[in-house]
């Protein structure tokens, strides 16, 4: 820690970042059960894994011949973690790497693959030891679909076509291809993203141009042996609404879904540390983290004119935050240490989408490991996990669940020219008879007793978890005990038909009942 640091740090803890003793707030939650409330779609909690810095190599693939302990060639400490977090996609090779990917160069003998730099990311020399065969193993592995973003940018339409029919086909010569590889039946591909970023690093197109562009590309994307492509447009970025409005207009028949991207950066000139951090750069974090609500409200509106029927998804399938890197750390690897903050940006941002979820059909957290808002950070043998990861981890439930709607009362926090902040953020599912609420203190300061009504439903707390930590800023770091992990939560109780809790101050606590 420099100098710079220790001094906010030592202000930050003077200035109320710690938990205290200040007398607790309260909310109320109110349970409206709807037979008709959309399921959220477990795609929600997707991951996404690029070629940026060590998201791939040393995040997940260290390679057989490996010190570190692997499973044919993946880290075996990533691969249980993740498989805690019932993974259901994972987005692959990128990003802006995908545009100028070529995905022949990931194929056959390791030392026969070409290397490329990597010019979004660094200038990384790329050896394309994980290729197509490596991701789609790690797919199996994980029990996941695999999500590939195709390179419009850059690559042909031959190329995407063939990629399509080399993981697909059981016959032909791209078939014969795979087999040679080593991998006789065809892989299943579910989601194709047809480029990424198409309005920047994915070539720089109008969206009039890329709607054109989308329509020849997809047309040779085939379904083979069985196989059913669910095709992604690349959509816009936050609150480029346009980009929507011109691609529902003009692809919506050709697509199944479009994406969106958005970061919670309040300035990209200057991003902010992840861990060095006050109070009012917290609360203004959380405030720009809410605009996810009115840029996917927004966006779904336009949708809904071409498709009231909401057979077309929203895919946000690059959200989260985004920090200077850590100090001394390569610029271009977007290494960022993750804290309390991220872990609530992340339960407010997942809670906008179970509101959402009869639009939003996927979102992808960026990124898996190493990158940006990670579940898992790595050093040589060594891995933590993040806060982020737990609260993946403590909302496992809500995946396929049904949403039951809530009316809430807490009161809020404004914020200069931003969204106000809820003092109590929740969110509530069931599926098969059992009940998962989730709700999260973003205060700083104050406790909430928050009295939840059950709407008369006879439910009994099977168990209940918290998330929460002695300062905002804390982080798990390296060879240190976990500052930031999940315990059990013993003060969420039932009493006349209503479910009492205590949250503490920057909490999240997840309740199950049945
Ligand atoms: O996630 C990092 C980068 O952010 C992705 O490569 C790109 O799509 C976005 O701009």
Known sequence: ???????????????????????????????????????IKKEIYGQFAEHLGRCIYGGIWVGEESGIPNTQGYRTDVLNALRELHVPVLRWPGGCFADEYHWMDGIGPHDKRPVMVNTNWGGTVEDNSFGTNEFFNFCELLGCEPYLSGNVGSGTVEELAKWVEYITAADGPMAELRKANGREKPWR??????????????????????????????????DFSGNRLYKIASGAN??????????????????????????????????????????????????????????????????????????????????????????????????QQNTMRDAIVAALTLNIFHDNAARVHMANIAQLANVLQAMVLTQDAEMVLTPTYYVFKMYVPHQDARLVPLAVTTATRSIEGRNDVPEVSATCSEKDGVYTISLTNTSLEKGND??????????????????????????NDFGKPEAVTLKSFKDAKIKDGKLNVSMPPMSIVTISLK
């Not at 194709?192 to 141009?209: I, P, Q, Y």
């Not at 939840?452 to 930590?469: N, S």
């Open 1 to 39: 820690m420099n100098l710079k640091s220790t001094v906010l740090a030592l202000l930050a803890s003077t200035a109320g970042l710690c938990a205290s003793a200040a007398p607790a707030a309260t909310s109320t939650v109110q349970l409206l059960p709807n037979a008709d409330a959309p399921v």
């Open 450 to 475: 928050v009295a939840v009504d059950l709407a008369a439903l006879k439910l009994k707390v099977q168990g209940a978890e918290i998330l929460t930590a002695a300062s905002v800023n804390d982080y």
């Open 238 to 335: 936050a609150g480029d609404y346009n980009w929507t409005e011109v691609l529902m207009r003009d692809a919506m028949h050709q697509f199944n879904g479009v994406s969106m991207h958005y970061y919670s950066v309040g300035d990209w000139n200057s991003k902010g540390s992840a861990t060095v951090f006050d109070a009012s750069d917290y609360y203004r974090t959380l405030a720009i983290c809410l605009d996810m609500k009115t840029l996917v409200e927004r966006h779904s509106e336009i949708m809904d004119r071409f498709d009231p029927e909401k057979r077309k998804g929203l895919m946000v399938d690059e959200w989260g935050t985004w920090w200077e890197v850590e100090p001394g750390t390569n610029p271009g690897h977007l290494y």
């Open 189 to 222: 591909l579910k989601y194709l993203g047809v480029g990424n970023e198409s309005w920047g690093c994915g070539g720089n197109f109008t969206a009039d141009f890329y709607a054109n562009v989308y329509r020849r590309y997809q047309t040779y994307c085939r």
